[in-house]
């Protein structure tokens, strides 16, 4: 039976496995680059020794099954050690991956100077062994080099990426926050039952914008976070908030990132209906578009016509957050005609779709 200690260090494992700077080398693309680049090494050597015109197509054959053979069963042994290796040492680590590569080697080397000594086509000194050794060590070295700086590179991009997130949900969070206390304070006196429950939502929201910058969500819950959001608003503009909304249902289990549908939705109240003597109607459309969710909110606008520059500013954060999360392909972009401002972003979400 399993232990509840065990259960909670499962976990951990697999996140130092995945953060292992040895990747996975039993997954199908480095097998394949393995295969080739091993091919490639053997070619230039045949190139090397024989030329192009006397090409010696023997030498290639027996070369690409030796190294084959290395490269394959050193790749599946460092597979099946990851979890092992990943709790080691960096020195550590490279130096068991250089004796397990070094131990391969010598062990094909000593295979095929029996198997072909009938054909004279090894050498069968120790000197032949030695520098197949030699080389192997020295190829894996820069292989091992290779991975640790891939490695240090994504980290060092997730790091700028994880700042970059913080820094943009940090302008907004306040932007919102702040005009939703101002909303709070003005029913304190004259309905004090209400401003509690409000109180209640404006906690709901304070644990959204609390959660971790890269996190997110789904359609669903981002809704859920605009209607209490919306509930809050629409005390202090009574019936001149009015919202219409057209969801997808095939679009509520997406994933999208916290905080993105609600400050879109804020620009619309503190933009446009806030501004109305009347009021007046929020369309939020959200659906999938050719596997890409689209999300659209419309709201009137006064004839003056005018956007503040933080409204500029808040789309300008949802902006970068899409972008930053999803790539150039994610979208912003907004319209306004004849009285009317409508922003849609775009994006193309992950195809595992978040529970």
């Not at 991956?97 to 069968?124: K, M, N, Y």
């Not at 005009?179 to 304070?185: E, F, G, P």
């Not at 005390?235 to 879109?264: C, F, I």
């Not at 972009?333 to 595992?352: C, D, H, L, Q, V």
């Amino acid at each position: 039976m399993l232990s509840l200690k065990s259960l909670q260090q499962e976990p951990k494992k697999e996140a130092g496995l995945r953060e292992f700077f040895i990747p996975d080398l039993c997954a199908a693309r480095p097998v394949l680059l393995s295969i080739l680049l091993s091919e490639l090494l053997v070619l230039v050597y045949v190139l090397a020794s024989s030329g192009v015109l006397g090409f010696d197509w023997d030498q290639f054959a027996l070369c690409s099954l030796f190294v084959l053979w290395v490269v394959l069963l050193s790749s599946m042994l460092l597979c099946r050690s990851r979890r092992v290796l990943s709790s080691f040492s960096l020195p550590l680590v490279a130096l068991s991956s250089l004796l397990l590569v070094s131990l391969v080697t010598l062990g094909t080397s000593l295979i095929a100077q029996v198997a072909f000594s009938h054909a004279a086509i090894i050498p069968g000194d120790a000197w032949w062994v030695l520098r197949n050794l030699l080389v192997s060590n020295v190829l894996a070295g820069i292989v091992l080099r290779y991975f640790y700086l891939q490695q240090q590179l994504r980290l060092q991009q997730e790091l700028e990426l994880e700042a970059r997130l913080d820094s943009l949900r940090t302008r907004i969070r306040p932007h919102f926050l702040f005009n939703t206390l101002n909303s709070i304070a003005s029913l304190i006196m004259s309905n004090p039952q209400t401003a509690e429950e409000a109180v209640e939502d404006l906690a709901e929201l304070f644990r959204a914008s609390l959660k971790e910058s890269r996190q997110t969500t789904t359609v669903q819950d981002e809704i859920d976070l605009t209607r209490i959001y919306l509930g809050i608003e629409k005390l202090r503009l009574g019936q001149r908030l009015q919202v219409k909304w057209e969801v997808d249902d095939n679009a509520l289990e997406v994933s999208m990132p916290t905080l993105v549908l609600q400050p879109l939705v804020e620009n619309a109240v503190y933009h446009g209906i806030s501004r109305l003597s009347s009021g007046g109607c929020i369309e939020i459309n959200i659906g999938l578009r050719s596997e890409a969710l689209v999300a659209s909110v419309g709201n009137p606008l006064p004839e003056d016509g005018y956007v503040s520059e933080g409204n500029r500013i808040g789309l300008d954060n949802v902006r970068q957050r899409l972008q930053a999360m999803y790539g150039p392909g994610a979208s912003l972009e907004a319209r306004r005609s004849k009285g009317y401002f409508n922003i849609e972003i775009t994006y193309m979400p992950p195809s595992k779709l978040v529970k």
